[in-house]
């Protein structure tokens, strides 16, 4: 319970750094261009990553390419997401870009434990998990008044 507790705080603290990550973003994007900004984050990401792999690295980097393709598309996905909230912070501002962001996780993840997508544990949406969706949707819907 305690290793639950400690991941939550750390889960909560790293979606703190997500909206400051987007606000910074979305700024730099309306100066810089949101492509450029999006480079930005990703080579910056790759050198600081380099560093980590260097001296923490697990030395099975030649793995990937053992897995089927599709699994290589969280990269993809990854640069989807940040492209997608350099453009929208500026529009909608950081609240309703994250409070979307975090609609579309809760769906989508809601369907891959209730289906077993991609290998996970099949875990049934209960009505607990349907109320928290709909929360959140009656969340964004504040959030534009």
């Given at each position: ?64 390419n053992q897995f089927p393709k599709w699994n290589l598309l ?72």
């Amino acid at each position: 319970m305690k290793k639950k507790l400690v991941y939550f705080i750390i889960a909560i603290v790293t979606g703190a750094f997500l909206s400051l990550e987007s606000a910074l973003y979305g700024k730099l994007g309306e100066r810089v261009g949101e492509l450029e900004t999006n480079f930005y984050n990703f080579f910056m990401g790759a050198v600081i990553l380099l560093v980590f792999l260097i001296f923490f690295g697990k030395g099975k980097l030649s793995a990937l390419n053992q897995f089927p393709k599709w699994n290589l598309l969280g990269g993809v996905l990854g640069v989807t997401y940040m492209v997608v909230i350099v453009i929208g912070v500026p529009l909608v501002g950081v609240g309703i870009a994250m409070i979307t962001v975090i609609i579309g996780q809760m769906l989508v993840s809601i369907l891959i434990d209730h289906f077993g997508w991609f290998r996970s544990d099949k875990k049934e949406v209960g009505p607990k998990r349907i109320v928290a969706l709909v929360l959140m949707l009656v969340a964004l819907g504040f959030t534009f008044y």
